[in-house]
Nanobody, 123 residues
Framework: QVQLVESGGGLVQAGGSLRLSCLVSGGSFSNYFTHYVMGWFRQAPGKERELIAASTWDGRNTHYPDSVKGRFTISRDNAKNTVYLQMNSLKPEDTAVYYC????????????WGQGTQVSVSS
């Protein structure tokens, strides 16, 4: 497993933007580039945790649900071992705790999780 530390959450007005960061460290592989699928999840009060963005470490394959497609973008800086989630046109329903997650390619489940960062969008 790798260690993940998120940052960048906060309070923003509807229509605004935030960028979350996830610093990746540790694990069994010295080169995250080829071995991990990175994801961002969120969990709102009373709701299940949902996957909102996923990307292979090389960025060639990405996935977004319809709820955020066109507004959110996952990206990474390999030199900094950091994954980002750029969130634009934020809506009050985007309010949730956001989690960074990682899984080894080929494995079914995300096995490494960050501590979460709160994003609150006011109307």
């Amino acid at each position: 497993q790798v260690q993940l530390v998120e940052s960048g959450g906060g309070l923003v007005q509807a229509g605004g933007s935030l960028r979350l960061s996830c610093l990746v460290s540790g694990g069994s592989f010295s080169n995250y580039f080829t071995h991990y699928v990175m994801g961002w999840f969120r969990q709102a009060p009373g709701k299940e945790r949902e996957l909102i963005a996923a990307s292979t470490w090389d960025g060639r394959n990405t996935h977004y649900p319809d709820s955020v497609k066109g507004r959110f973008t996952i990206s990474r800086d390999n030199a900094k071992n950091t994954v980002y989630l750029q969130m634009n046109s934020l809506k009050p329903e985007d309010t949730a705790v956001y989690y960074c997650a990682a899984k080894i390619r080929g494995e079914p489940d995300f096995g490494s999780w960050g501590q979460g960062t709160q994003v609150s969008v006011s109307s």
